[in-house]
Structure formats: structure tokens, C-alpha cells
């Protein structure tokens, strides 16, 4: 990594369009103020398409963490404006940041772009308005979070009844593949429910947080409720899993610092909610339109450079389609090209650093010592930025590490199958669970096939798609907890049971 940044912040805007806004590198945001780190350390973010550092960020310590922790709780008392507001107001002001970040889209994809390399094609269309779109889901749902009134069974006369509470302070440890919708997907419903916040973005890609960050202060939202740490995991993100002061964490990332953190959190006994990873199948069935299924799988695999949890990146082919389906796949990867992310043509994009790529590639030769073969793609692109070709391996078994270990690249392993019972059998045969696909016309088998795959969504001719609306989760290593939809609500409040005697 540089030591120096090339271009300030402001530059780097001032070089896309006019600076609307300075979203403040070199600072964390604590208490609605934007300070420097204690140490005064920072770090470099850097543009994966070109290797450059975009700009410095300050690197939060434990003392920093202290002090976002305690704005944080100071926010959530119970004589403090955020909760004695009313849930029409909550509900107003997760709207206001929805309209504030429609308003700054154009920025906001921008920034998205330069700090991941992802297409500005994805950020515009997907990451930012997908974002807006679930803090307008979620600003729904502070006047319709109910509890119960429970028959009492117990004898005698009482009113039993429940009250969903927020849970408190929320730790949120996100991570660079989807920065500004990850946020939204656990600062949307965490505000809805009325708890206050520390959010750490992901030292690959903290600048959307930071600029989301400001338009917090714009929508009113009152100071200590949301506060941004910038850093790394093992300090500022394990700062904050140790704090006590902190009463859940939700996180995203890998499997082995999900593991890490329940370890850590068992100490104070947070809530701990872990969306970690997966090794998707796309399992193909002879009666599918062969067509149709080999141009969602590029999608399945390449969207994002494949840098998604859930990524179909195991594709089991029923034997009698193989050759049908392959030969679009193969074709339509091998024209699939990377370049300029932020070229709105641009379709496929950087590889999130040096290091990824390495390991990415790694698994190119992984495969073909496993007697995989390439049959597209598996090569560098350029020495400038972190860039690939679409990769597939061919004759892939689902025992080898192509097929076991999560990539998170433009990889996908090939596996032929020879009927459903095998085909869902090898599906399931994985360490994880986060989703998968079926395609097949047959709908009696897709629903048979739907309920026998382990995962927290199965997709029936259609892969990738998600709603605000939709619970997201993981079976086995993928994690647990769901986010999004009427479940992230269960994820955000705690459940109190009240006795009220009524005996005479
Ligand atoms: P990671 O799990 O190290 O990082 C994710 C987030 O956790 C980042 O904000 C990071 O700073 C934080 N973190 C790291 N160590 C921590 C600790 N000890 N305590 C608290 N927070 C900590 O993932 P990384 O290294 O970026 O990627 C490695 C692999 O993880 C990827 O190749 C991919 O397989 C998987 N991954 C899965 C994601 C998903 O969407 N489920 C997202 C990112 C990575
Ligand atoms: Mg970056």
C-alpha cells in the first residue's frame, strides 16, 4: 500500500464533477461531529482499477471505539430525543435519508465505483437505489412494530401482553462487496426498531459510509445515534465485539471471523446475528430452457466480479443438457470483457485488491491440479488494477476445493449431474447454505427440489434477486439470523412480557 494519497478527497471529486460535498476523509463520525482518531493514525483506500490511493481515512483504536460507544448510549437513554421520539418521526426521517440518498445518487455511485471497482453500471442501477429503497421499506415499519396480547392460561385473571423494545446499542461490522447497501440493509431496520448505532464499514471501502454519514446530520437524525468507525478488523472491529457497552453485533463477512466474533461476544453475551459466506448451487435441470438458465448463470457468478455471498458459483448441469447449456455459457463468458468501471458500459469490473486477486487466481490452479479444466477464461487482465477474466472450470467434482472453499471471484465450478436425487444431494453436500438455484419446467419438481435444498433462499428460474421485503440468511456456515423484511425487526428488538394481575 502507498503511504501518501495521490489526490484528496475533494480533488477526487472535483475530478468526476463540481464537489457538492466533502465527505471528510481522515475522519471518524462520532456524536454528529466529524473528529480525527485518537492516535491520529489513517490509512489508504485505494482504487482497485487503478491501484491507486484514493484518499486517507482515519483508523479508529479501541479509545475511539470507547468513545462512538458511549455517544452511542448516551443516544439511546431513555429521556433522549431519539427515544422520546415518535415512530411517525422515525418513520419520516428514514424516509428523509431514502430521499437523501436518491438525491446524492449520482455521488454516491461514484464513490462506490472508485472505492470497490465495481461497475458504475451496478452502482448506479443496483447499489445505491437499492440502498434508498430500503430505508423506504424500513421507514414503514415504526408504526406497525406491535407486540401481543397472550391468552393467559395460567388461572385466575390477568392481561398478558408484549412489547417489542429496541435492544440498545448495535454494533454493525460490514463488508466492501456491497458497502452503501450492506449499511442499508442493517442501519435501515436497526433505526426503524429505535436502537442507536456503531457501524464500522470495511477498511477496503469506508468513503459511501462517511458521505451517508453527513447525510444523517441533513435528515435530522439527532447526534450519537449513528456513529462511523473507520479501520481494520482485528482492532477497531474487535473493539468493538469486546466492548460491553455494545448489546448486539451483526456482521457480514467470512465465515472465520464469524466464528471469531460469536467467541468474543459470548464474553459479554451480545446478540450476535452472522450472515457469512456461501458456495451457492445453480442446479440445472435437462428440462430447463437451457438458454434462458446459461444466461442467468453468468449473471449468478459474474455480477459483482463474483464478489457476492451469493454467488451461484457451483453449477450442476443435468448430464442430458450439458452440452446445450455449455455452449452458451461458455460463449457468452469468453465475450464477456472487463474495463473501466466507470464506464457506463462497462459490465464487469476490478477485483477488490491485490491480494484478493492473488487468491482468486490461486484457485485457477487449485482446480486444474484437481484435474479441473479451464475452459474459459482463468487468466490476469493487464498489470494496472486488480482485474480478471470470467473463469470456468470444467470438470469439476463437487469434493474438490473448487467446489468446497468460497472463492468470491468470477470463478464457477461446472458439475455434471446425472438425475435429481444426485443433483440434490451433491447441492447440499457443502459446508454452507446461503441459497440456491433451480431450473427446471417442471414445477412439481422445482417446489420438491425447493424444500429438500438447504438454504435461506432457493430460487426457481431466476437467480441473484432480492428484496427489501424478502428475509436473507444463511443456513449452517453461512450463518444465522435474517435480515431484511419483517425479520430484521425480530433481529432489532427484544421481546418483554408484561403480567398485569386482575384478580379482584
Ligand atoms: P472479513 O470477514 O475479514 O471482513 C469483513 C468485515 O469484518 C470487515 O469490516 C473487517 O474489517 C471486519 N473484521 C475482520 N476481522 C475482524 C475481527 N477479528 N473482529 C471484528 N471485525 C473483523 O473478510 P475479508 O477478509 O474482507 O474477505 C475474506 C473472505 O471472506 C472473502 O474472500 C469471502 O470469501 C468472504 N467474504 C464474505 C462476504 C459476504 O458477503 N458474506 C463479504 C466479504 C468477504
Ligand atoms: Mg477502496
Redesign the pocket.
Known amino acids: 500500500m502507498a503511504e501518501t494519497p495521490t489526490a484528496t478527497f475533494t480533488d477526487i471529486l472535483a475530478a468526476i464533477k463540481p464537489a457538492k460535498a466533502n465527505p471528510k476523509p481522515g475522519k471518524l463520525f462520532i456524536n454528529g461531529e466529524f473528529v480525527d482518531a485518537r492516535s491520529g493514525k489513517t490509512f489508504a483506500t485505494m482504487n482497485p482499477a487503478t491501484g491507486e490511493v484514493l484518499t486517507n481515512i482515519a483508523e479508529a483504536g479501541a479509545e475511539d471505539v470507547d468513545l462512538a460507544v458511549k455517544a452511542a448510549r448516551a443516544a439511546f437513554e431513555e429521556s433522549s430525543p431519539w427515544r422520546k421520539m415518535t415512530p411517525r418521526d422515525r418513520s419520516r426521517m428514514l424516509w428523509k435519508l431514502a430521499d437523501l440518498i436518491r438525491a446524492n445518487a449520482e455521488e454516491l455511485s461514484e464513490l462506490e465505483t472508485l472505492d470497490t471497482g465495481k461497475p458504475i453500471f451496478e452502482s448506479s442501477r443496483f447499489d445505491i437505489p437499492l440502498a434508498a429503497e430500503c430505508f423506504e421499506y424500513y421507514a414503514g415499519w415504526p408504526t406497525k412494530i406491535t407486540g401481543e396480547t397472550i391468552p393467559n392460561t395460567a388461572g385466575g385473571e390477568a392481561l398478558v401482553y408484549t412489547l417489542r423494545e429496541p435492544i440498545g446499542v448495535c454494533g454493525q461490522?460490514?463488508?466492501?462487496?456491497f458497502p452503501l447497501q450492506m449499511l442499508a440493509w442493517k442501519v435501515a431496520p436497526a433505526l426503524a426498531c429505535g436502537n442507536t448505532i456503531v457501524l464500522?464499514?470495511?477498511?477496503?471501502t469506508p468513503l459511501t459510509a462517511l458521505r451517508f454519514a453527513e447525510l444523517t446530520l441533513e435528515a435530522g437524525i439527532p447526534a450519537g445515534v449513528f456513529n462511523v468507525v473507520t479501520g481494520?478488523?482485528?482492532t477497531?472491529?474487535?473493539a468493538?465485539?469486546e466492548h460491553p457497552g455494545i448489546d448486539k453485533i451483526a456482521?457480514?463477512?467470512?465465515v472465520?471471523?464469524?466464528k471469531?466474533?460469536m467467541r468474543?461476544a459470548a464474553k459479554t453475551l451480545k446478540r450476535v446475528s452472522l450472515?457469512?459466506?456461501?458456495k451457492s448451487p445453480n442446479l440445472v435441470f435437462a428440462d430447463a430452457d437451457l438458454d434462458t438458465a446459461a444466461k442467468y448463470a453468468l449473471g449468478g457468478i459474474f455480477f459483482n466480479q463474483g464478489e457476492?455471498?451469493t454467488a451461484g458459483s457451483r453449477i450442476f448441469v443435468e448430464e442430458k443438457g450439458y452440452d446445450e447449456f455449455m455452449s452458451v455459457l461458455r460463449g457468452r463468458a469468453a465475450k464477456m470483457v472487463a474495463g473501466d468501471p466507470l464506464h457506463p458500459k462497462t459490465r464487469l469490473g476490478a477485483l477488490i485488491s491485490a491480494e484478493?486477486l492473488e487468491?482468486v487466481m490461486s484457485y485457477v490452479a487449485i482446480g486444474r491440479g484437481e484435474g479441473a479444466s479451464v475452459a474459459v477464461g482463468g487468466e490476469r487482465i493487464g498489470s494496472r488494477g486488480y482485474f480478471m477474466q470470467p473463469t470456468v472450470l470444467e470438470g469439476v467434482t463437487n469434493s474438490m476445493r473448487v467446489a468446497q472453499e468460497?472463492?468470491?471471484g468470477p470463478v464457477a465450478s461446472v458439475i455434471k449431474f446425472a438425475d435429481l436425487e444426485e443433483g440434490v444431494r451433491e447441492a447440499n453436500n457443502s459446508e454452507f447454505g446461503l441459497a440456491a438455484a433451480i431450473w427446471t419446467r417442471d414445477i412439481k419438481k422445482a417446489h420438491r427440489v425447493a424444500r429438500s435444498v438447504k438454504a435461506g433462499t432457493v430460487w426457481i428460474n431466476t437467480i441473484s434477486t432480492t428484496d427489501n421485503a424478502a428475509p436473507f440468511g444463511g443456513y449452517k456456515s453461512s450463518g444465522f439470523g435474517r435480515e431484511l423484511g419483517r425479520a430484521a425487526i425480530d433481529l432489532y428488538t427484544e421481546t418483554k412480557t408484561v403480567w398485569v394481575d386482575l384478580n379482584g
Not at 461490522?173 to 462487496?177: E, K, R, S, V, Y
Not at 464500522?200 to 477496503?204: D, R, S
Not at 456482521?251 to 467470512?254: D, K, V
Open positions: 461490522i460490514i463488508p466492501w462487496n464500522k464499514p470495511a477498511e477496503q481494520f478488523g482485528p477497531t472491529g474487535a468493538m465485539v456482521f457480514t463477512g467470512s472465520e471471523v464469524g471469531e466474533i468474543t450472515e457469512l459466506g456461501g457476492m455471498c484478493h487468491r468460497e472463492i468470491f
